[in-house]
């Protein structure tokens, strides 16, 4: 396997893409794998996502600090302008909860949780 990880992020892309397919995978089989959408998986191509760069990079064999210096610590946490914000989705009773305690939720949000409640 070649470890020279490309810096520019499109290059970089289609090494993850190369290295998964030398490995019998691919991002198709990684999102079955995690059970989540195709388009979960291709958000951390633009956007610093956490969870799905930590599942990629430990499929490679590597750390995500590896493939992602400019998203990640040096001591292993993600690099955040919202460092508060839960990489975890929340369970609709304890958005429920929150979204009836906490007047700072937005009204979409509010009007989400209605709509999948009805």
């Known amino acids: 396997m070649n470890h020279e990880i490309p810096i520019n992020p499109s290059q970089r892309w289609e090494w993850l893409k190369y290295q998964l397919r030398s490995q019998g995978s691919s991002l198709r089989k990684l999102s079955d794998e995690l059970g989540v959408t195709d388009n979960a998986v291709q958000l951390a191509k633009y956007t610093p996502y956490p969870r799905m760069e930590r599942a990629i990079a ?15 610590n040096h001591d ?11 990489e975890k989705l929340t ?3 304890t958005q429920k909860k929150y979204c009836v305690n906490n ?16």
């Open 91 to 93: 369970t609709a009773k």
């Open 103 to 118: 007047s700072s939720v937005s009204n979409a949000s509010a009007h989400r949780q209605m709509v999948r409640e009805a």
């Open 58 to 72: 430990k499929k490679l064999g590597f750390t995500p600090q590896a493939i992602w210096p400019e998203r990640w």
């Open 76 to 86: 292993g946490t993600p690099c955040r302008e919202r460092p508060n914000r839960a």
